[in-house]
């Protein structure tokens, strides 16, 4: 297949503010070529109070098949869907939607899948353990439901914004699959500790845990892409803990959002 778009192709776009770190758009582009589907993904640069807006211009093109949600949409882009799924309803948040039939849009979230199926892939046991997840935003909040969903003995969330953490725990301890606590970012006696957090991704940034409570038998994963290896990431893996990276997860994301996309 032709490489270089055409007139023929379809056009996918990947919304959030800001955009520039995002290495979705040519990782996402190559899987959908690999399918045998001839479309672009594009990114789009979109404020919090334009997305509305965006999003219904952008519903206009009827080559436009599929938006790809990334920080901080997740949450409204939800309220923009006509359907989900319910695990999407259950979370109230959205990082893909495509076409229903009559040109809406319906949305499902990916991110705890994904990076569960990364932490599976890397040798890391989440049933029956203890975990910490630091963040409870969109993308934090679908690990957290994946990983109680994974058979995780405890979680423990911590979020600066005590408001939604509180919410997110009384949903998921709602349940019933296991307890669910908000507590501190103190990873002593957990088995698995994420980062769902966007620390890490400047310089200069804190790290999102006191690391010198990380024990080699833990396991350590992080959500951000960029850089590849975050100073997390660097300190767990010099004491000897496994871990798991953004790069990780985002490639067992997007094969689930390209099956998606293509409705498989």
């Known amino acids: 297949m032709n490489h270089l778009p055409s007139g023929a192709s379809r056009v996918h776009f990947i ?122 935003g969109g993308a934090g909040s679908a690990i957290a439901h994946a990983l109680v969903q994974a058979g995780a003995a405890q979680l423990v969330i911590q979020d600066e914004d005590s408001r939604r953490c509180g919410r997110l725990v009384e949903r998921l301890a709602g349940l019933g699959r296991c307890p669910v606590v908000a507590g501190p970012a103190d990873p002593s006696g957990c088995a698995v500790v994420v980062n769902a957090t966007p620390m890490g991704m400047r310089p200069g940034d804190p790290l999102p845990i006191d690391v010198a409570r990380l024990r080699p038998a833990m396991f350590v994963g992080c959500v951000v892409t960029a850089p590849a290896i975050t100073p997390l990431v660097a300190a767990a893996r010099a004491i000897g803990c496994g871990t798991a990276t953004g790069a990780d997860m985002f490639l067992r994301v997007r094969d689930l959002m390209v099956d998606f996309v293509l409705g498989d």
């Open 15 to 136: 919304v959030g503010d800001p955009i520039a770190q995002v290495q979705s758009p040519a990782g996402m582009t190559q899987a959908l070529r690999q399918h045998g589907h001839d479309a672009l993904v594009l990114p789009a640069h979109v404020a919090p109070h334009d997305l509305a807006q965006w999003l219904h211009g952008v519903s206009l093109a009827r080559n436009v098949d599929a938006i790809i949600v990334t920080v901080p949409h997740k949450f409204a882009c939800f309220g923009l869907c006509r359907s989900s799924s319910e695990r999407a309803a259950f979370l109230g948040a959205v990082n893909t939607l495509r076409r229903n039939p009559d040109g809406s849009w319906h949305g499902d979230m990916f991110d705890g899948l994904g990076f569960v199926a990364a932490l599976r892939d890397l040798g890391c046991a989440i049933a029956g353990q203890r975990c910490l997840l630091v963040g409870a």
